[in-house]
């Protein structure tokens, strides 16, 4: 069962199709009551009556079926002047409604109605070449009109739907802007958080698996440990307090983001604990190696001493870093396979992190298995001249 359209809008368009049929109504007996002072043909009064009365019900169907209608007027038309009010108002809604050649044809018919009209019932002092002019240019002022009406509502309502669908384009681009930031963050967070974590896991090994130890060094194990918690309760802090980790130089409350001078203190860093680590350098000109490419570099190799501390503890890493301007950087990380269980569980997305910060800086890497059971990890990244 079709439901009733009972919105306002809809009920305000009830009452000015009420007040358009009363408006015709009343110009109909206008022209009915003109038409009367001709007495000549006394009988054409009841033709001029029930023409009157019919077109004017006729405009209820006018926004139902709009072309039959006005068709239905222009016969009237050509029996009666009662039924030019309705007729008109008809060319009228057809031109706003309906497609351009439809609205020429229809007005085509309503001038053409007129036109016998005037040759069967000609107005008494007006030639009927000047009614036929009359009649063309009246018909032609109400298409015009009613086109270029049309023509402007549908391009306000081209640009309002334009508008619409650029906002909600912008709220897209904003909930994918925020999901980017978000995996952003959940990167740093991984690839400060697992350095600083397997370190600890590292030293924790060392307690369990060494009671015997003096307390002299159980001390201090439990120190680094101490010490290392708090480091990472602070790269924390200070990761999710990041927003973009592209191009900052200088993270929240100016403690700087690292670089590639940072990587020897990485390296120091894990040989304290405990990590063999056989590191290359040969890097021409470090100090002109642009600063996103030195993050990426720190990150590699933070990624790859991460990975073996986890999958490899307790055997050696070698580390080779070399490149110059123009030929680019090169960082190869290699490490013999272990049988044991990791010391740490890995979410398995550090190298998928790692693959696309080095693709947004231009560069590729690259890691496989070696034939004894190994790990390798090598990264290539621009370095203009």
């Given at each position: 069962m079709?439901?009733?359209?009972?919105?306002?809008?809809?009920?305000?368009?009830?009452v000015w199709d009420v007040w358009v049929v009363v408006a015709i109504g009343a110009l109909t007996a206008t022209t009915v009551v003109g038409?009367?002072?001709?007495?000549?043909?006394?009988?054409?009064?009841?033709?001029?009556?029930?023409?009157?009365?019919?077109?004017?019900?006729?405009?209820?169907?006018?926004?139902?079926r709009p072309v039959p209608t006005a068709l239905g007027m222009a016969v009237l038309v050509v029996l009666s002047p009662a039924a030019t009010p309705a007729s008109t108002a008809a060319t009228i809604g057809i031109s706003l409604r309906m497609p351009q050649r439809t609205a020429i044809a229809v007005t085509i018919v309503q001038v053409v109605a007129h036109l016998a009209q005037g040759a069967w019932r000609p107005i008494a002092g007006l030639p009927f070449l000047w009614f036929a002019v009359l009649d063309v240019a009246v018909h032609a002022a109400l298409l015009g009109w009613g086109l270029r009406t049309q023509t402007r509502q549908q391009l306000l309502d081209s640009l309002l739907d334009r508008a619409r669908r650029a906002e909600a384009e912008q709220g897209?681009?904003?909930?994918?802007?925020?999901?980017?930031?978000?995996?952003k963050m959940a990167r740093e967070m991984h690839d400060v958080l697992a350095h600083r974590l397997s370190l600890l896991a590292t030293y924790a090994g060392a307690l369990?698996?060494?009671?015997?130890?003096?307390?002299?060094?159980?001390?201090?194990?439990?120190g680094v440990i101490r010490t290392g918690v708090h480091q990472a309760l602070d790269e924390l802090r200070e990761v999710i307090s990041v927003l973009r980790d592209t191009e900052i130089e200088e993270g929240p409350?100016?403690?700087?983001?690292p670089t590639y001078g940072d990587v020897e203190g990485l390296v120091a860093e894990s040989r304290a604990?405990?990590?063999?680590?056989?590191?290359?350098?040969?890097?021409?000109?470090?100090?002109?190696?642009?600063?996103?490419?030195?993050?990426?570099?720190?990150?590699?190799?933070q990624e790859g001493?991460?990975?073996?501390?986890?999958?490899?503890?307790?055997?050696?890493?070698?580390?080779t870093v070399s490149g110059r301007p123009g030929d680019g950087l090169r960082i190869a990380l290699s490490n013999p396979g272990s049988n044991g269980v990791p010391m740490?569980?890995?979410?398995?997305?550090?190298?998928?992190?790692?693959?696309?910060?080095?693709?947004?800086?231009?560069?590729?890497?690259?890691?496989?298995?070696?034939?004894?059971?190994?790990?390798?990890?090598?990264?290539s990244l621009p370095w203009p001249t």
């Open positions: 079709e439901q009733e359209d009972c919105s306002p809008t809809a009920g305000r368009r009830w038409r009367m002072a001709d007495t000549s043909h006394p009988r054409r009064m009841f033709l001029d009556v029930a023409v009157g009365v019919v077109s004017t019900g006729l405009m209820v169907l006018l926004p139902r897209r681009r904003v909930a994918e802007a925020r999901t980017l930031e978000r995996t369990e698996y060494r009671p015997d130890s003096s307390p002299e060094k159980l001390a201090q194990a439990a409350g100016g403690r700087p983001q604990a405990g990590t063999t680590i056989a590191y290359d350098e040969r890097v021409d000109e470090a100090m002109s190696l642009p600063p996103a490419t030195g993050r990426t570099a720190y990150r590699i190799v001493l991460t990975n073996a501390r986890k999958h490899a503890a307790g055997h050696p890493v070698t580390l740490a569980p890995g979410s398995g997305t550090g190298l998928v992190g790692l693959t696309e910060r080095v693709q947004l800086v231009g560069g590729t890497l690259d890691h496989q298995r070696e034939p004894g059971g190994g790990f390798r990890l090598e990264a």
